[in-house]
Nanobody, 117 residues
Framework: QVQLVESGGGLVQAGGSLRLSCVASGSIGSINVMSWYRQAPGKQRELVACITSTSVLNYADSVKGRFTISRDNAKNTVDLQMTSLKPEDTAVYYC???????????WGQGTQVTVSS
């Protein structure tokens, strides 16, 4: 069984910072891509950032220059450092991992990020 647990969400004023963390546990093996997604009310879930096992990075245009994704392969963790937060960053943020050897993607339960103007 695979489990992902996120932490670090909360309420912050515009211009502030938050750091999200996610730890994966269980029958994981080798993790390919680790990602952060978000879903705002009434909107589709969207990719925020992802990082491969060889540290290739990809960011949504809306967060480039403000968010930084990082991972620790030894600890099976992925973090998302968010700076210069905007009200439009308000969403539930989900951690996700890709396990090709299982042919599946796994998701965390989500953590709420609210940015007030």
């Amino acid at each position: 069984q695979v489990q992902l647990v996120e932490s670090g969400g909360g309420l912050v004023q515009a211009g502030g910072s938050l750091r999200l963390s996610c730890v994966a546990s269980g029958s994981i093996g080798s993790i390919n891509v680790m990602s952060w997604y978000r879903q705002a009310p009434g909107k589709q879930r969207e990719l925020v950032a992802c990082i491969t096992s060889t540290s290739v990075l990809n960011y949504a245009d809306s967060v480039k220059g403000r968010f930084t994704i990082s991972r620790d392969n030894a600890k099976n963790t992925v973090d998302l450092q968010m700076t210069s937060l905007k009200p439009e960053d308000t969403a539930v943020y989900y951690c996700a991992i890709d396990l090709p050897w299982k042919g599946a993607m796994y998701w965390g339960q989500g953590t709420q990020v609210t940015v007030s103007s």
